[in-house]
Nanobody, 115 residues
Framework: QVQVVESGGDLVQAGGSLRLSCADS????????VGWYQQAPGKQRDLVAS???????YYVDSVKGRFTISRDNAKNTVYLQMNSLKPDDTAVYFC?????????WGQGTQVTVSS
């Protein structure tokens, strides 16, 4: 069964940066649109950034200009560079396929931003 593994989360001060990584155990990411999702405590899981196989990207307004999604198709890995972090960015971050049948969800990676 395909596995999705997110990593890179940490406790960081407001204004700091983190780089998240997400990999799948097969080659599914390399040929699909992949998205990063944000789930804050007590809230639903929301898509915040997506990247197409060719590199086209999409961001929700709340992260536009601060987050950058990128991919390495050879490594089946998608990254999320998070800059100028705010306490409101505190959440568990997941990745999956926003426009295809979802893969089994990974455990996510916790990002905590202190003020």
């Amino acid at each position: 069964q395909v596995q999705v593994v997110e990593s890179g989360g940490d406790l960081v001060q407001a204004g700091g940066s983190l780089r998240l990584s997400c990999a799948d155990s097969e080659t599914i990411f390399s040929i699909n649109v992949v998205g990063w999702y944000q789930q804050a405590p007590g809230k639903q899981r929301d898509l915040v950034a997506s990247i197409w196989p060719g590199g086209v990207t999409y961001y929700v307004d709340s992260v536009k200009g601060r987050f950058t999604i990128s991919r390495d198709n050879a490594k089946n890995t998608v990254y999320l560079q998070m800059n100028s972090l705010k306490p409101d960015d505190t959440a568990v971050y997941f990745c999956n396929l926003p426009y295809n049948t979802a893969l089994p969800w990974g455990q996510g990676t916790q990002v905590t931003v202190s003020s």
